[in-house]
């Protein structure tokens, strides 16, 4: 199967940066497994004075993707606070990266996860994706995957159908033995989702005027998203806000980018998320 990759991907598998390994690191993070197809090894360099991560580098197994998303991650972290890196998430990785093919995305969330299990290893906390191991039953067995990992993935990612789960953690991409048992999971959590937005969702509207609406929107986009954007020379402008509906025009770069609909869905995703789950984002063309 062909990958449609950005060229931004293609800059980063081809030419990519902090490559190696760090000696006497102050943290180390290692997760994923060869004998599984992919495996990821970051080393980082902290400042304990002001605590930010003054060197990155790292070494995989693995292919052009997770290549290029851990290329990408160390760009990302250095200069950054321990607290700021571990906001990044797996979906900014990818957007900073121009969008990764659907299949591939489960590279973004090694990037993530063996970044949590360097910070942790500074600070002498167990990293989350150790304690999955110990955590539940394993799932897949072609890929080793366990309970724990597939329920957070769902969580984080906000994943919606069996093909997602594999498209992420690799869970059900081998045999597919274990499809039925991804489904129930997927189900299990999507139910409890339902649940907690029922039940976060009339707080919200007592809590929240539109004026306050419209300023937690522009704070989204000026603090959360922006700074995405503008890593790969993009940027948008906010248009307008009616009620739930924000119309945004992406420039620069993102404008005309072959991603741009994943990058859309992002931001949508991020004001949904933080803001209303009833906001919908419509982007003009220039």
């Given at each position: 199967?062909?990958?449609?990759y950005?060229?931004l991907?293609?800059?980063?598998?081809?030419s990519?940066?902090?490559?190696?390994?760090?000696?006497?690191p102050?943290?180390?993070g290692?997760?994923g497994?060869?004998a599984?197809?992919?495996?990821?090894?970051?080393t980082i360099?902290v400042?304990?004075?002001?605590?930010?991560?003054?060197?990155?580098k790292f070494?995989?197994?693995?292919?052009?993707s997770?290549i290029?998303?851990?290329?990408?991650?160390?760009?990302?972290?250095?200069?950054k606070?321990?607290?700021?890196?571990?906001?990044?998430?797996?979906?900014?990785i990818?957007?900073?990266?121009?969008g990764?093919?659907?299949?591939?995305?489960?590279c973004?969330?090694?990037?993530r996860?063996?970044?949590?299990a360097?910070?942790?290893?500074y600070?002498g906390?167990k990293a989350?994706?150790e304690?999955e191991?110990?955590?539940?039953?394993?799932?897949?067995?072609c890929?080793?995957?366990?309970?724990?990992?597939?329920?957070?993935?769902?969580?984080?990612?906000?994943?919606r159908?069996v093909e997602?789960?594999t498209?992420?953690t690799?869970?059900?991409g081998g045999?597919?033995?274990?499809?039925?048992?991804i489904?129930?999971?997927?189900?299990?959590?999507l139910?409890?989702?339902a649940?907690e937005?029922?039940?976060?969702?009339?707080a919200r509207?007592?809590?929240r005027?539109?004026?306050?609406?419209?300023?937690?929107?522009?704070?989204?986009?000026?603090?959360e998203?922006?700074p995405?954007?503008q890593?790969?020379s993009g940027?948008?402008?906010l248009?307008?806000?009616?009620?739930?509906?924000v119309?945004?025009?992406?420039?620069g770069?993102?404008?005309?980018?072959?991603?741009?609909?994943?990058?859309?869905?992002?931001i949508?995703d991020?004001?949904r998320?933080?803001?209303?789950?009833?906001?919908?984002?419509e982007?003009l063309?220039?």
């Amino acid at each position: 199967m062909a990958w449609d990759y950005t060229d931004l991907v293609k800059q980063h598998f081809f030419s990519p940066r902090n490559v190696g390994k760090i000696e006497a690191p102050d943290g180390a993070g290692q997760v994923g497994s060869i004998a599984c197809g992919d495996a990821l090894s970051l080393t980082i360099k902290v400042d304990g004075a002001t605590d930010r991560i003054t060197d990155a580098k790292f070494q995989t197994f693995g292919c052009g993707s997770a290549i290029a998303s851990s290329s990408m991650l160390t760009e990302m972290v250095k200069g950054k606070t321990l607290d700021e890196a571990l906001s990044i998430t797996n979906q900014d990785i990818a957007a900073a990266l121009g969008g990764l093919p659907a299949e591939k995305m489960h590279c973004s969330v090694m990037g993530r996860e063996a970044l949590e299990a360097a910070i942790n290893d500074y600070r002498g906390v167990k990293a989350k994706a150790e304690e999955e191991k110990d955590e539940g039953r394993i799932v897949c067995n072609c890929f080793g995957i366990a309970e724990g990992k597939i329920r957070r993935v769902i969580r984080e990612d906000n994943l919606r159908t069996v093909e997602d789960v594999t498209n992420y953690t690799k869970a059900g991409g081998g045999c597919g033995s274990c499809t039925a048992q991804i489904e129930e999971i997927l189900e299990d959590e999507l139910g409890k989702k339902a649940a907690e937005e029922a039940a976060v969702q009339p707080a919200r509207k007592r809590l929240r005027t539109n004026l306050e609406r419209i300023n937690l929107i522009q704070e989204v986009l000026d603090n959360e998203v922006r700074p995405i954007l503008q890593k790969d020379s993009g940027d948008l402008d906010l248009v307008d806000i009616d009620g739930h509906r924000v119309t945004i025009r992406m420039v620069g770069h993102c404008s005309g980018c072959r991603a741009a609909g994943l990058t859309t869905g992002w931001i949508e995703d991020k004001l949904r998320e933080i803001v209303d789950p009833n906001i919908s984002l419509e982007v003009l063309e220039e």
